[in-house]
Nanobody
């Protein structure tokens, strides 16, 4: 069982930057693929970014070039650096984890709100 706790959300203006963190429990963090999803009001949850256990990354087209996902295995933490934020980035951001080789994400955090004003 893995527990995920996000932090770093808040209210910012368009063009600002914000960094999210996700702390994971357990001693096998380095064997998990980690990801970020988001859900805006009235919309379905959507993929934002992922970083595999061996640090391969992938991004949604809407955030590529603005967001950066990274991980620190020594701290059991995954990060999402968000630059040049836009009002359409407003959503609850969820951290997620899956064991390497699994196709679906198994564990989810409680989410952190990001609000970008225009």
């Amino acid at each position: 069982q893995v527990q995920l706790v996000e932090s770093g959300g808040g209210l910012v203006q368009a063009g600002d930057s914000l960094a999210l963190s996700c702390a994971a429990s357990g001693r096998t963090f380095g064997t998990y693929d980690m990801g970020w999803f988001r859900q805006a009001p009235g919309k379905e949850r959507e993929f934002v970014a992922t970083i595999t256990w061996n640090r391969n990354t992938d991004y949604a087209r809407s955030v590529k070039g603005r967001f950066t996902i990274s991980r620190d295995n020594a701290k059991n933490t995954v990060y999402l650096q968000m630059n040049n934020l836009k009002p359409e980035d407003t959503a609850v951001y969820y951290c997620t984890a899956r064991r390497a080789g699994q196709t679906g994400y198994e564990y989810w955090g409680q989410g952190t709100q990001v609000t970008v004003s225009s």
